[in-house]
């Protein structure tokens, strides 16, 4: 079975530019989690989908963030326009109820 | 609100020593306990979790970790380390909240295990 794939697993932009990052959970699970970790910090929460639902975005930074689940499978994650303090590692989650497991991340680096 | 603390950035062991990685958190309410361990180039993988019953948590690879409700820790060890276990890993707590076992995952800042010859 695969797991949770994450695209592209690097990425380097210039300030105000835009990215998405893509996230494809382990099929059939419905639950799809964000986070992301600041070079040396704890890894921080951003939201959680279940289903094409936002059930918790209580972490997400401001409104440059865009998360979207198209029709309860694959995730986006878009930042526009990007900051020299978004860069860090992005990753996704996801969980059939219970155990969340997790991509390999995405490293955003803005330069 | 939750928050977990790992003191130690980082650890340096002597291969087939003991080790133990320090996890600490803070919580008004119960909570379920987690150590996740990231290899290099690796998304996170779950060593084990303590949810309820026995404070004695065994996980994979040959780590254990001890839930001290009284000192709120919930320390990782391993009685003899091998080089394949130079990683980092994370201690994380989700609240019982609503949704339970689907919140949200509160992570401390990690410990590199670094495992020496």
């Known amino acids: 079975e695969a797991g949770v794939t994450q695209f592209p697993s690097h990425s380097v932009i210039e300030k105000g530019q835009t990215v998405t990052l893509r996230c494809d959970p382990i099929?059939?699970?419905?639950?799809l989690y964000w986070y992301r970790r600041v070079m040396g910090k704890e890894i921080k929460f951003l939201l959680h989908?279940?289903?094409?639902?936002?059930?918790?975005e209580s972490g997400m930074p401001n409104n440059r963030f865009l998360a979207e689940r198209t029709g309860g499978t694959y995730s986006t994650l878009k930042v526009q326009p990007a900051e020299l303090e978004d860069s860090g590692v992005y990753f996704c989650?996801?969980?059939?109820?219970?155990?969340?497991?997790f991509g390999p991340g995405t490293r955003l680096t803005v330069l | 609100a939750q928050s977990v603390t790992q003191l130690d950035s980082q650890v340096p062991v002597f291969e087939e020593a003991p080790v133990e990685l320090r996890c600490n958190y803070s919580?008004?309410?119960?909570?379920?306990l987690f150590w996740y361990v990231q290899y290099p180039n690796q998304g996170l993988q779950l060593l084990l979790k303590?949810?309820?019953?026995?404070?004695l948590v065994k996980g994979i690879n040959g780590f254990e970790a001890e839930f001290n409700k009284s000192q709120t820790s919930f320390h990782l060890r391993k009685p003899s380390v091998h080089i394949s276990d130079t990683a980092e890993y994370f201690c994380?707590?989700?609240?019982?909240?609503?949704?339970?076992?689907?919140?949200?995952?509160?992570f401390g800042t990690g410990t590199l295990l670094a495992v020496q010859p």
């Open positions: 989650a996801s969980s059939p109820g219970g155990q969340q497991f």
């Open positions: 099929s059939g699970h419905d639950n």
């Open positions: 989908f279940v289903k094409e639902s936002k059930q918790d």
């Open positions: 919580s008004s309410v119960s909570v379920y």
């Open positions: 303590y949810l309820s019953g026995s404070t």
């Open positions: 994380a707590v989700s609240d019982l909240r609503y949704g339970g076992a689907t919140n949200k995952l509160i």
